[in-house]
Nanobody, 114 residues
Framework: VQLQASGGGLVQPGGSLRLSCAAS????????MGWYREAPGGQRELVAG???????VYTDYAKGRFTISRDNAKTTVYLQMNSLKPEDTAVYYC?????????WGQGTLVTVSS
């Protein structure tokens, strides 16, 4: 199983980024996917999740600013992040609900700073 996240970088407050996560090694269309993040000195926390039926859930801080989506043909999950704030600075991890615990891939660093 591999989850390869990309798309992170440095962005100014108010800017946007689109994260991608290419998945392989499992039947992607049958698995719920998600994005987590871990801020410096903080704990890893859920950002958003998407079911196999494209139903999305968001934490309060992500609602209205972030959009999670998936492309089963490309076995890729995305996180569109708009109106970014300095407090969104974190390493973002893609996750797959392969078991009762999320399976995380490598992270991608998002830095929001002027």
């Amino acid at each position: 199983v591999q989850l390869q996240a990309s798309g992170g970088g440095l962005v100014q407050p108010g800017g946007s980024l689109r994260l991608s996560c290419a998945a392989s090694g499992f039947k992607f269309s049958f698995i719920a996917m998600g994005w987590y993040r871990e801020a410096p000195g903080g704990q890893r926390e859920l950002v958003a999740g998407i079911t196999t039926d494209d139903l999305a859930v968001y934490t309060d801080y992500a609602k209205g600013r972030f959009t999670i989506s998936r492309d089963n043909a490309k076995t890729t999950v995305y996180l569109q992040m708009n109106s970014l704030k300095p407090e969104d600075t974190a390493v973002y991890y893609c996750s797959a609900a392969l078991t009762s615990e999320p399976y995380w891939g490598q992270g991608t660093l998002v830095t929001v700073s002027s």
